[in-house]
């Protein structure tokens, strides 16, 4: 049986092949969907339209914010039943309380459109990741972002305080209140972040916004190995407190295929050390006074054999230059070839210790491959990822997929830790996860979508089975 024509009033809807072809392919080109269209809302009201249609005619609704996830979760599969819902044209910052520290976004507005947004009222909006520049605050807020400042702010669901929501049904739920402390019964919230779109539309939040640091400096130290890392942690909060604001580590592989593949991207020290740490501080006081606290740190850092060698930011542009190394390991290693990525989190205790007993069972099971490790060491979080050994063709590589994955994940969970950090489930972890997850957890997440999405439209086929 056809599906009855799309409804009036619900925004642009694109059908062309040519118009939809962006919307279909995921980021990493793993997933290619088919769609009986695209639509694009730019209020509300027509999302809300659309996915009463959709529930009336059990049509399949694929929301989508910048398309920039690594897990396959905001493209449609191939049987071209769905229709893909791109919150794109849902781009305003509808309202910013400088006093309440509030600022309340549509889902559709591009993650570092929120950063100036706050700048220019003179707070700060911490979230900040690789794609800022075209992710969405709907699809970080359904892929519970992480980024490289958690260890101060947290991630993004700690981030927000209200969402505005339509439920499968079609109904809006209006909840966009900027309060720190409401205890009025469950948090509905917290449902809606991290579903990746499978329980409800997130249309618009309000994020909490924090005042501007005096000063950020930015400091990018050698170690020997993770457990150095480990140690310079431990010595940087110590020193540092709360003002430490970033903590990354990165193999030497990674530091290479940066400077490899962008050649502007270059090293303060002789070669790529075993590790490197990108640390940031956010001072309240001034420039001044936080590179005098972050020398304070290398030197002892240095006295205690802790890091060989460290480079400390001498201006803005120095700062983004060493970010540069960090922030662009993803895109080079898509230059470099396919790989196979895992976002995990261990608890920090015990990464280094997961980093040097999981390389050498690698080593062991797939000889010859290389180890891109990078990350968020501050909170848990690595980048696992798994290069081809040079000569091996991809299909080949690829083929070692399951093993490679069974061996990290099995790891993980050893050490009581998450497959999925910060990328969220989609098609790729999605079997995985009925591995992992234990048989009382799946009961209670099938039984809330059960409950919220009955017919099951709402992104079928991602993170649950």
């Keep these: 049986m056809s599906t009855p024509a799309l409804p009036q009033d619900i925004g642009r809807v694109l059908t062309a092949p040519q118009d939809t072809a962006p919307f279909l392919l995921d980021w990493r080109k793993r997933y290619l969907g088919r769609a009986i269209a695209v639509v694009q809302p730019a209020a509300t009201d027509e999302v809300a339209r659309l996915v009463g249609w959709c529930a009336q005619h059990r049509v399949p609704i694929v929301p989508q914010g910048g398309n920039t996830g690594l897990t396959g979760g905001s493209v449609p599969d191939a049987s071209g039943n769905a229709v893909v819902l791109s919150l794109a044209r849902m781009n305003r910052i509808r309202a910013i309380d400088p006093t309440n520290h509030t600022l309340t976004a549509e889902a559709g507005v591009v993650l570092a459109k929120v950063q100036e947004a706050a700048q220019q009222a003179d707070r700060l909006f911490p979230l ?4 800022e520049g075209s992710c969405t605050v709907g699809g970080n807020l359904s892929t519970n ?69 005096a000063a950020q400096v930015t400091a990018l130290a050698a170690v020997a190995s993770p457990h150095a890392a480990l140690r310079l942690l431990d010595l940087a909060q110590s020193m540092l407190g709360p003002a430490l604001t970033g903590f990354e580590m990165m193999s030497a592989l990674c530091l290479q295929l940066v400077t490899r593949h962008y050649p502007e991207c270059t090293l303060p020290f002789a070669e790529a050390p075993p590790y490197s740490v990108l640390l940031e501080s956010s ?50 290693q898509a230059a470099e070839g396919k790989n196979i990525k895992h976002d995990i989190s261990v608890p920090i205790s015990a990464i280094a210790d997961f980093v040097e007993s999981t390389n050498a069972a690698i080593a062991q099971a797939f000889p010859g491959v290389r180890m891109v490790v990078f990350g968020h060491l501050g909170d848990g979080n690595l980048h696992y990822n798994v290069s081809p050994p040079p000569g091996v063709p991809e299909d080949t590589f690829l083929s070692w997929q399951d093993g490679l994955n069974a061996v990290v994940h099995d790891a993980v969970e050893a050490a009581q830790g998450s497959i999925s950090a910060e990328h969220g489930i989609g098609v790729l972890r999605r079997d995985e996860l009925l591995r992992y997850k234990s048989p009382v957890a799946l009961s209670l997440m099938r039984t809330i979508k ?6 099951g439209i709402m992104n079928p086929g991602k993170l649950i089975a």
């Design 145 to 213: 972002a992480g980024g490289t400042a958690v260890l101060r702010y947290g991630n993004a669901r700690e981030l927000c305080l209200g969402l505005e929501v339509v439920t499968p049904s079609g109904e809006v739920w209006h909840s966009l209140r900027g309060l720190r402390k409401d205890n009025t019964g469950y948090d509905l919230r917290d449902l809606f972040i991290g579903a990746e779109g499978t329980l409800g539309v997130i249309t618009a939040a309000t994020l909490k916004l924090f005042p501007r640091p």
């Design 283 to 332: 001072d309240a006081e001034s420039e001044a006074h936080a590179t005098e606290r972050f020398d304070a740190l290398m030197q002892r850092a240095l006295e205690a054999g802790l890091i060989t060698d460290a480079a400390i930011a001498q201006s803005v542009a120095q700062s983004r230059k060493f970010w540069s190394l960090r922030e662009n390991i993803s895109e080079a």
């Design 128 to 131: 900040s990741l690789a794609a």
């Design 450 to 455: 059960q409950a919220l999405d009955p017919q």
